[in-house]
């Protein structure tokens, strides 16, 4: 979980406007993915917004990600190299408009919901280029909280799938309200939290980790390396392997993260720019209103917001 110099990097611009691209799966069908710009689209009383994308390659390694405009000498040059599939995520996360989405992105000097960097906000104690390095990790993925961790998908699923079953997901679970969320310290990172135990919240938790489970395929070696195993509890282990993730049911923490490591000599300045930056929601409520499902093109780019739906039997709804 690296910034680098991509689009959620230090060198980040905003975004610049584009030719259409599309994306077609394995199945042939047409889908809009990641996107520089949004464009609106009336659907059903809501924005729904097509996206320039990245293509996938039929003709050789299905699981290879190319953008349509790249010229074939650069194609080429990627024979033999092999790019991780796509990932999906389940969050939670504000709707584009709502005063904390639009905070937490200023802060992380990202939108996910148009990919676009943002100018961060002023503050004298944190210097812009330390508070760049210290969101590296949020920033990329976007301002969330896990409700099923990223995941590829199993042999036999596709998005299409994987879209409808969200559908039906988010219009069965009513929305709620967690009464207060803290500023707090997770290890060396710092999040949003709720103050006290929510029920609700663990429901819904636990429900989109078991109901997208047919969804995820197996972790590979590797991923699971990088969870550091030896690090965690033997019931975490036994989760991490079952599961796809670590911290799932009596394990779940729900957090909002804001950065990434903290150096101890740093984390009484991080606190109190952050109690500055987020002053209007810390002790306040936090409407659980919307899910969202989160995209990964490849591995190592920014997360960005395939669809928002409200909770609710309400279905015709589509918000992103």
């Known amino acids: 979980m690296r910034g680098g110099n991509g689009p959620c990097g230090p060198l980040a611009r905003a975004p610049r406007k584009c030719r259409p691209t599309f994306a077609f799966d394995l199945d042939g069908c047409l889908h809009f993915r ?8 009336a659907l059903a009383g809501w924005r729904h917004f097509a996206r320039p994308i990245m293509m996938l390659s039929r003709e050789s390694d299905s699981s290879r990600i190319l953008p349509l405009d790249w010229p074939s000498s650069r194609i080429g040059g990627l024979a033999g190299k092999k790019v991780r599939p796509v990932r999906y995520a389940i969050y939670f996360a504000p709707p584009a408009d709502d005063r904390l989405s639009q905070t937490a992105a200023r802060w992380l000097g990202r939108d996910a919901f148009n990919n676009g960097a943002l100018a961060w906000p002023e503050s004298p104690a ?13 920033r990329r993925y976007g301002f969330h909280g896990t409700l099923k961790a990223p995941f590829e998908l199993a042999a036999g699923r596709s998005e299409g799938d994987l879209i ?9 679970i009513e929305p709620f309200e967690v009464p207060e969320i803290t500023l ?23 429900q989109a ?18 969870r550091n195993p030896e690090r965690l509890t033997l019931r975490q282990r036994e989760y991490l392997t079952a599961w796809g993730y670590p911290y799932v049911f009596e394990e779940f923490q729900f957090h909002l993260t804001l950065t990434g490591p903290v150096p101890d000599d740093m984390r009484s300045i991080m606190r109190r720019t952050l109690e500055a930056a987020f002053d209007d929601f810390i002790g306040k409520p936090l409407a659980v209103s919307t899910v969202a499902l989160f995209v990964e093109p490849h591995r190592g780019a920014p997360f960005t917001v395939r669809s928002l739906l409200p909770l609710g039997s309400a279905s015709t709804r589509k918000i992103a």
Not at 35 to 40: A, D, G
Not at 184 to 206: D, M
């Open 34 to 41: 990641q996107h520089l710009e949004r464009v609106p689209i």
């Open 126 to 138: 944190l210097e812009r280029e330390r508070q760049m390095a210290l969101t590296a990790e949020p």
């Open 164 to 172: 409808a079953a969200f559908d039906e997901f988010a219009a069965e």
């Open 184 to 206: 707090s310290e997770i290890g060396p990172f710092f999040a949003l939290v709720p103050t006290r135990y929510s029920a609700p919240l663990q429901e819904l938790a636990e």
């Open 209 to 226: 980790v078991r109901r997208f489970e047919p969804f995820r395929a197996q972790l590979a070696e590797t991923d699971i390396a990088r």
